[in-house]
Protein backbone atom coordinates (compact mmCIF):
# COMPACT_ATOMS: atom_id res chain seq x y z
CA UNK A 1 0.00 0.00 0.00
CA UNK A 2 1.21 3.12 -0.72
CA UNK A 3 1.42 5.42 1.65
CA UNK A 4 0.14 8.84 1.60
CA UNK A 5 2.40 11.97 1.97
CA UNK A 6 1.54 15.36 1.58
CA UNK A 7 4.26 16.77 -0.99
CA UNK A 8 5.30 13.99 -2.38
CA UNK A 9 2.16 11.39 -3.21
CA UNK A 10 1.73 11.89 -6.71
CA UNK A 11 4.66 14.39 -7.64
CA UNK A 12 7.63 13.39 -9.98
CA UNK A 13 10.78 13.02 -8.42
CA UNK A 14 14.12 13.30 -10.02
CA UNK A 15 17.14 11.30 -8.37
CA UNK A 16 20.55 11.08 -9.22
CA UNK A 17 22.99 8.61 -8.21
CA UNK A 18 19.95 6.23 -8.14
CA UNK A 19 21.77 2.92 -8.85
CA UNK A 20 22.76 1.94 -5.70
CA UNK A 21 23.82 2.99 -1.82
CA UNK A 22 22.05 6.14 -0.63
CA UNK A 23 20.66 7.17 -4.30
CA UNK A 24 18.73 3.41 -4.20
CA UNK A 25 17.55 4.11 -0.54
CA UNK A 26 16.33 7.21 -1.47
CA UNK A 27 14.61 6.06 -4.82
CA UNK A 28 12.89 3.18 -2.66
CA UNK A 29 10.91 5.66 -0.31
CA UNK A 30 10.25 8.37 -2.41
CA UNK A 31 8.13 5.93 -4.22
CA UNK A 32 6.73 4.15 -1.18
CA UNK A 33 5.69 7.43 -0.64
CA UNK A 34 3.51 7.82 -3.82
CA UNK A 35 6.04 9.37 -5.81
CA UNK A 36 6.93 8.96 -9.67
CA UNK A 37 10.59 8.69 -9.62
CA UNK A 38 12.87 9.05 -12.15
CA UNK A 39 16.24 7.49 -11.56
CA UNK A 40 19.04 8.98 -13.23
CA UNK A 41 22.92 7.37 -13.29
CA UNK A 42 25.70 6.73 -15.44
CA UNK A 43 25.66 3.03 -14.37
CA UNK A 44 22.04 2.37 -16.73
CA UNK A 45 21.85 -1.35 -16.38
CA UNK A 46 21.47 -1.27 -12.29
CA UNK A 47 18.96 1.06 -12.80
CA UNK A 48 16.72 -1.03 -14.48
CA UNK A 49 16.69 -3.86 -11.89
CA UNK A 50 15.15 -0.84 -9.27
CA UNK A 51 11.39 -1.41 -8.26
CA UNK A 52 8.92 1.13 -9.15
CA UNK A 53 11.17 3.85 -10.85
CA UNK A 54 11.53 4.72 -14.18
CA UNK A 55 15.52 4.58 -15.64
CA UNK A 56 16.70 7.35 -17.39
CA UNK A 57 21.19 7.17 -18.40
CA UNK A 58 22.26 10.08 -17.02
CA UNK A 59 26.15 11.32 -16.56
CA UNK A 60 26.18 14.49 -14.86
CA UNK A 61 29.58 15.05 -16.08
CA UNK A 62 28.10 16.07 -19.36
CA UNK A 63 25.92 19.38 -19.06
CA UNK A 64 24.03 18.00 -22.74
CA UNK A 65 22.73 14.67 -21.07
CA UNK A 66 21.95 16.51 -18.21
CA UNK A 67 19.57 18.64 -20.01
CA UNK A 68 18.33 15.44 -22.27
CA UNK A 69 17.58 13.14 -19.10
CA UNK A 70 15.60 16.21 -17.29
CA UNK A 71 13.05 16.56 -20.69
CA UNK A 72 12.99 12.68 -21.13
CA UNK A 73 11.83 12.62 -17.53
CA UNK A 74 9.31 15.65 -17.96
CA UNK A 75 7.92 14.13 -21.23
CA UNK A 76 7.20 10.55 -19.79
CA UNK A 77 6.32 11.07 -16.28
CA UNK A 78 5.47 14.60 -16.11
CA UNK A 79 6.71 17.74 -14.15
CA UNK A 80 9.45 17.46 -12.16
CA UNK A 81 8.20 18.65 -8.22
CA UNK A 82 11.41 17.00 -6.31
CA UNK A 83 15.12 16.77 -7.32
CA UNK A 84 17.39 15.00 -5.15
CA UNK A 85 20.63 14.96 -6.40
CA UNK A 86 23.16 11.93 -4.72
CA UNK A 87 25.66 11.25 -7.45
CA UNK A 88 28.92 11.24 -6.34
CA UNK A 89 32.66 9.72 -6.39
CA UNK A 90 35.38 9.37 -3.69
CA UNK A 91 38.70 9.98 -3.94
CA UNK A 92 40.88 9.78 -1.25
CA UNK A 93 44.45 10.62 0.28
CA UNK A 94 47.06 13.04 0.69
CA UNK A 95 46.53 16.07 -1.48
CA UNK A 96 50.19 15.90 -3.05
CA UNK A 97 48.81 12.63 -4.22
CA UNK A 98 45.96 13.06 -6.10
CA UNK A 99 46.41 13.38 -9.25
CA UNK A 100 44.59 15.98 -11.75
CA UNK A 101 42.10 13.76 -13.43
CA UNK A 102 41.26 13.21 -9.68
CA UNK A 103 40.39 16.57 -8.76
CA UNK A 104 38.64 17.43 -11.66
CA UNK A 105 36.07 13.94 -11.17
CA UNK A 106 35.34 15.40 -7.80
CA UNK A 107 34.81 18.65 -8.82
CA UNK A 108 32.81 17.11 -11.96
CA UNK A 109 30.71 15.04 -10.26
CA UNK A 110 29.80 16.31 -7.05
CA UNK A 111 29.79 19.98 -7.23
CA UNK A 112 29.52 20.73 -11.13
CA UNK A 113 26.74 17.37 -11.65
CA UNK A 114 24.40 19.19 -8.85
CA UNK A 115 24.69 22.51 -10.50
CA UNK A 116 24.28 21.54 -13.64
CA UNK A 117 20.82 19.06 -12.63
CA UNK A 118 19.95 22.06 -10.64
CA UNK A 119 20.14 24.33 -13.55
CA UNK A 120 18.11 21.97 -15.58
CA UNK A 121 15.13 21.92 -13.59
CA UNK A 122 15.05 25.63 -12.37
CA UNK A 123 13.53 27.42 -15.01
CA UNK A 124 10.34 25.02 -15.22
CA UNK A 125 10.41 25.02 -11.65
CA UNK A 126 10.18 28.57 -11.73
CA UNK A 127 7.33 29.08 -14.08
CA UNK A 128 5.34 26.43 -12.87
CA UNK A 129 6.26 27.99 -8.99
CA UNK A 130 6.41 24.50 -7.62
CA UNK A 131 9.23 22.45 -6.40
CA UNK A 132 11.74 21.16 -4.36
CA UNK A 133 15.34 20.38 -4.28
CA UNK A 134 17.57 18.65 -1.92
CA UNK A 135 21.70 17.98 -2.56
CA UNK A 136 23.45 15.60 -0.80
CA UNK A 137 26.73 16.94 0.63
CA UNK A 138 28.55 15.49 3.49
CA UNK A 139 29.81 16.39 7.58
CA UNK A 140 33.59 16.08 5.33
CA UNK A 141 32.45 19.42 3.95
CA UNK A 142 31.78 20.49 7.79
CA UNK A 143 34.85 18.71 9.92
CA UNK A 144 38.29 18.70 8.50
CA UNK A 145 39.46 14.89 7.77
CA UNK A 146 43.22 13.41 6.43
CA UNK A 147 42.82 12.50 3.17
CA UNK A 148 39.58 14.42 2.20
CA UNK A 149 40.82 17.90 1.54
CA UNK A 150 39.39 17.70 -1.91
CA UNK A 151 36.15 15.90 -1.68
CA UNK A 152 35.47 17.70 1.65
CA UNK A 153 35.35 20.78 -0.53
CA UNK A 154 34.07 19.16 -3.52
CA UNK A 155 30.98 18.91 -1.19
CA UNK A 156 31.66 21.79 0.83
CA UNK A 157 31.08 23.85 -2.16
CA UNK A 158 27.36 22.13 -2.52
CA UNK A 159 26.25 23.60 1.04
CA UNK A 160 27.38 26.97 -0.12
CA UNK A 161 25.80 26.45 -3.57
CA UNK A 162 22.56 25.23 -2.47
CA UNK A 163 22.40 28.04 -0.07
CA UNK A 164 22.57 30.89 -2.94
CA UNK A 165 20.33 28.41 -4.95
CA UNK A 166 17.56 29.32 -2.52
CA UNK A 167 17.79 32.58 -2.46
CA UNK A 168 17.58 33.50 -6.08
CA UNK A 169 14.53 30.68 -6.13
CA UNK A 170 12.88 31.63 -3.32
CA UNK A 171 10.02 34.25 -4.61
CA UNK A 172 8.90 31.62 -6.59
CA UNK A 173 8.22 29.55 -3.41
CA UNK A 174 11.00 27.00 -4.57
CA UNK A 175 13.00 25.36 -1.43
CA UNK A 176 16.40 24.59 -1.45
CA UNK A 177 18.18 22.28 1.24
CA UNK A 178 21.17 20.30 1.81
CA UNK A 179 21.72 17.13 3.81
CA UNK A 180 25.33 16.21 4.91
CA UNK A 181 25.65 12.87 5.85
CA UNK A 182 28.45 11.16 7.98
CA UNK A 183 29.64 7.42 7.65
CA UNK A 184 26.44 5.53 6.14
CA UNK A 185 26.94 1.47 5.36
CA UNK A 186 27.44 2.06 1.67
CA UNK A 187 30.27 1.18 -1.27
CA UNK A 188 32.03 4.57 -0.46
CA UNK A 189 32.46 3.88 3.37
CA UNK A 190 33.80 0.45 2.76
CA UNK A 191 36.65 1.76 0.17
CA UNK A 192 37.51 4.51 2.63
CA UNK A 193 37.55 2.55 6.24
CA UNK A 194 35.82 -0.26 8.08
CA UNK A 195 31.95 0.40 10.17
CA UNK A 196 34.10 -0.16 13.21
CA UNK A 197 36.97 1.98 12.91
CA UNK A 198 34.59 5.04 11.51
CA UNK A 199 32.38 4.58 14.89
CA UNK A 200 35.53 4.05 17.12
CA UNK A 201 37.57 7.16 15.38
CA UNK A 202 40.88 7.49 15.11
CA UNK A 203 42.98 9.69 17.05
CA UNK A 204 45.97 9.35 14.73
CA UNK A 205 44.44 10.68 11.81
CA UNK A 206 42.55 13.36 13.81
CA UNK A 207 39.68 11.47 13.45
CA UNK A 208 36.50 11.83 15.15
CA UNK A 209 34.20 8.39 16.50
CA UNK A 210 30.46 8.38 16.52
CA UNK A 211 28.97 9.38 19.36
CA UNK A 212 25.72 7.36 18.43
CA UNK A 213 27.67 4.21 18.32
CA UNK A 214 26.44 3.19 14.65
CA UNK A 215 27.31 3.95 11.21
CA UNK A 216 24.01 5.20 9.68
CA UNK A 217 22.15 3.10 7.12
CA UNK A 218 21.26 4.33 3.67
CA UNK A 219 17.20 4.14 4.91
CA UNK A 220 18.24 7.10 7.74
CA UNK A 221 19.34 9.29 4.83
CA UNK A 222 16.55 8.89 2.36
CA UNK A 223 14.16 9.52 5.69
CA UNK A 224 15.88 13.25 5.76
CA UNK A 225 15.31 13.09 2.38
CA UNK A 226 11.60 12.76 2.43
CA UNK A 227 10.86 14.70 5.20
CA UNK A 228 12.90 18.20 3.75
CA UNK A 229 11.01 17.44 0.25
CA UNK A 230 7.77 16.73 2.22
CA UNK A 231 5.20 19.81 3.60
CA UNK A 232 6.05 19.30 6.64
CA UNK A 233 9.55 21.02 6.14
CA UNK A 234 7.44 23.52 3.25
CA UNK A 235 9.04 26.75 5.77
CA UNK A 236 12.54 25.61 5.47
CA UNK A 237 15.36 26.73 3.07
CA UNK A 238 18.89 27.24 2.60
CA UNK A 239 18.90 24.85 5.12
CA UNK A 240 21.79 22.22 5.53
CA UNK A 241 20.68 18.92 8.06
CA UNK A 242 24.12 16.94 9.37
CA UNK A 243 22.77 13.14 9.32
CA UNK A 244 25.95 11.59 10.98
CA UNK A 245 25.32 10.18 14.93
CA UNK A 246 26.80 13.71 16.01
CA UNK A 247 30.19 12.56 14.38
CA UNK A 248 30.96 16.06 13.63
CA UNK A 249 30.54 17.50 16.29
CA UNK A 250 28.54 20.41 14.76
CA UNK A 251 25.04 21.51 13.18
Same mark, same amino acid.
Do not use: K
Given at each position: M??? #?? =?I??????VT =? *???????A????L?A???Q?????VQ?G???DLPH????? +???? $?P????? !? #??????E? =?P?A?? #??V???LR @??P??Q?S?HDL???????T????R? +?R????P?VR??QG??????????? !?P???L??? /??SK??I #???T? @?L *????? @?A /??RC????? /?S??? !?M?S??T??????? =?D? $?????G?P???V?????I?E?V????S??A? @??TMQDLV? $????S???
Open positions: TEH #VA =GTGRVAL =G *AAQGIGAICARAAGAVGALDYPLQVTAFP +CDVR $DYTVEA !A #VRSIEQL =GVIV #VNAGV @HGLVLECELFEVNLGTII +CAVAEMRRTIVNIASNAGH !ARIGAAY /GAAA #VAFR @H *ALELA @H /GINSISP /GTDT !ALALSADRAIA =GP $DRFRLILGRAQPADAALWLAEQR @HIV $DGGALTG
